[in-house]
């Protein structure tokens, strides 16, 4: 099984994003998919454009809207393993709407957010996930705005797969991937992935010196809501691993009544091709 392709990713030597593409690779083939029954989907931003760089079924959509369009393929051919993937800007400023609406819907498809907590394709401004006194182009006096705690966010809004990794963790971020694929509704998994030519903060280093990983957490317990929103609130929301998931909940696909088990492209149209005319027709 083969998700590498020809193309060459065009990121800066030494982003975090190459790590991810690798795991998301390592991961679809760990779980035995093939690369026609997957579909990358993404947003704008540096990171949009892994959806390109895997041999699979890709789309590179528009800013803040990878999820709405990957929820749509999702329900509409449910046979596909759907990974939407986006930057800290992408998914938590211009789509957090979305971002906040998916979880609570809780279509299975799995959201990978490469967060390098800086906007790099636009060469370096301040984003949601920025630290404050943060300094940028757009905050040269530092920024004055707290940092968004998506994950916290995530766990108030009814997601029921929580986790977090960091890009130099290929082998525990792989494992993460692997089980929000087989997570039976919206997962969550969101990426330290250093910026290396624009965020000389949060280096590689940085997050090294920062990272708490579950693993050394004895009796943790990710089934525990309560716990894990504690953990995210007493360590800055620095914990990575599987930070929380709830596998009693029904995945949307699953709580819908009268959906049609074949997906709609397998669908044949109810009308003739007269009465399709016809109301074609009416739109004219
Ligand atoms: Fe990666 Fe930053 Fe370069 Fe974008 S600008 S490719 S995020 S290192």
């Known amino acids: 099984k083969e998700f590498r ?106 959201y990978i957010v490469m967060d390098n907590q800086i906007y790099g394709l636009t060469k370096g401004q301040t984003s949601p996930r920025s630290g404050e006194g943060f300094k940028t182009k757009s905050t040269p006096e530092g920024s004055i705005e707290s940092t968004l705690a998506p994950l916290e966010i995530a766990l108030s809004a009814g997601a029921t797969f929580v986790a977090q990794s960091f890009s130099s963790d290929i082998k525990q971020l792989t494992s993460l991937i692997e089980q929000g694929i087989q997570h039976e509704g919206f ?27 579950l693993d050394t957490i004895p009796d943790y317990d990710p089934s525990n809501r309560l716990a894990a929103m504690t953990k995210l609130m007493e360590t800055g929301s620095m914990i990575t691993g599987l930070i929380y998931q709830n596998k009693e909940r029904k995945s949307y696909e699953n709580l819908i009544h009268g959906f049609r088990q074949e997906p709609l492209s397998a669908q044949q149209l109810a009308l003739t091709e007269h009465e399709f005319d016809n109301l074609v027709a009416e739109f004219r």
């Not at 997962?187 to 965020?199: D, E, K, R």
Request: aromatic share 8%; net charge positive; hydrophobic share 40%.
């Open 5 to 110: 392709n020809n193309v060459k990713p065009n990121w800066c030597p030494g982003c975090g994003d190459f790590s991810i593409q690798a795991a998301i690779q390592r991961a679809a083939a760990n779980v035995g998919l093939e690369p026609d029954g997957l579909a990358v989907i993404s947003g704008i931003g540096c990171s949009g454009r892994i959806s390109g760089y895997i041999n699979a079924y890709g789309l590179h959509g528009i800013h803040g809207r990878a999820l709405p369009i990957a929820q749509g393929v999702k329900l509409a051919n449910r046979d596909l393993t759907v990974i939407a993937s986006g930057g800290d800007g992408d998914g938590f400023a211009i789509g957090m709407g979305h971002t906040v609406h998916a979880i609570r819907r809780n279509v299975n498809i799995t």
């Open 187 to 213: 997962s969550l998994i969101n990426v330290f992935s250093p910026c290396v030519t624009f965020n000389k903060v949060n280096t590689y280093d940085w997050f090294k010196d920062n990272i708490i990983n």
